[in-house]
């Protein structure tokens, strides 16, 4: 089976400015297709070899440095034991949290490694290390079925660096890398793409589905394809919102960023976040999706009170009527109601971003309700963004979605148009 990849060029990954951000070059604007096909963990032969996974354990921890979240380790599993079923020996890289390139006692991959025992069930030897003598000593002795997770990559400054010493070293480890680490597919470091010089790279099967899944929105998304965007900023989804208006036949907007679109067409927004320089931007929007044909759906009404906490008085008010000392954090009744009718008529649905102040009881009705709905929907329903993937596991609707990506920047960059370097460097397929 062939993966859905953005068409890359190897040569801008390596660019000199590439190496700290993901690459600006726009895979849609150059009619790229989506079906260029790069390497799969299932193109290679495994058997006697070394593996180097790079995958995304950044796990959130609690406050006793315990792993509070496994789903990143869980999500990583069916490339582990692919390969470990194949007769392989797995050299597991991972970051955690931003050490800034020195070491972080409690940035240490220890715990992550206790509960990658418990889930997998085998033995894992966990290094204090991820590069150096005594580590290429561990690896040379390593057997098939062998499981080691090396030290936090970031604690090496020369990881965010995309240093090329650094990455040959990492990749003198193994004879094979996979990238699984989706989440950080658009940051052009060591690890991801530095790697993939020295080693035959290909894609793991959980970037391998998460490319699929996001590719098949932008390349041939069922219609109606109806985009629904919410959190606080709009200028995180500007790339987004442009790229989408040219696919989506509906866009439904909440949250905090609504509040920028209501303000460019003149309404009282009252105290309701507004980033005032993203005003002529959205303005653009508006007149950019009318000439494409794209509604854009602002809230009808809004839920108001004058501060963001539980138990304090809230009231429902029309579009352009929210009073000077009032803050809208949530969506209203009219709104839901409206937002849902064009959700039940949907085939695609694209979600990124919270319809209000879900974290308070008070103001969670409306991410609630589109969170149900979606739960309830026969449509393909692909959920991005960390927030949103809260919302949806507190309401305890997470599993009935199609798909819900593991990594919030990288997939926002990749539904951007965005060449994600990590996986344009992966080796392209004979
Ligand atoms: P993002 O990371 O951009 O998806 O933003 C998520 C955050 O947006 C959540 O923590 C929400 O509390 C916040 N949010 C949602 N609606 C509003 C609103 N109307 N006003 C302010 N913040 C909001």
New binding site residues.
Partial sequence: MGILLPDGGFSSVYGEKDNLAFSKKLISGTGATFKMRKLSVKDLDLKGKKVLVRVDFNVSLDEEGRVRDDTRIRAALPTINYILERGASLILLSHLGRPGGKVVERLRLDPVARRLKEVIERPVLKTDECIGEKIEQTCRSMKPGDIVLLENVRFHKEECQNDPGFARKLASLADLFVNDAFGTAHRAHASTVGVTRFLPAAAGLLMQTELEMLGELLERPQRPFVAIL????IS?KIGILHNFLKRCQDILVG??MAYTFLKAQGAKVGR??VEEEKIEEARRILKEASREGCRIRLPLDHLVAREARDGIGVRVVDRGEISPDYI???IGPRTIELFSGIIRKAKTVFW????????LASFSKGTRAIAKILAESEATVVVG????VSALREFGVEDKMTHVSTGGGASLAFLEGLELPAVASLTDKK
Avoid: R, Y
Wanted: glycine share 34%.
């Fill in positions: 919410g959190g606080a900023k995180d949250g905090g309701s976040l809208s954090l949530d990124n971003g919270p319809l209000g102040v879900f974290e963004g960390g927030e949103t």
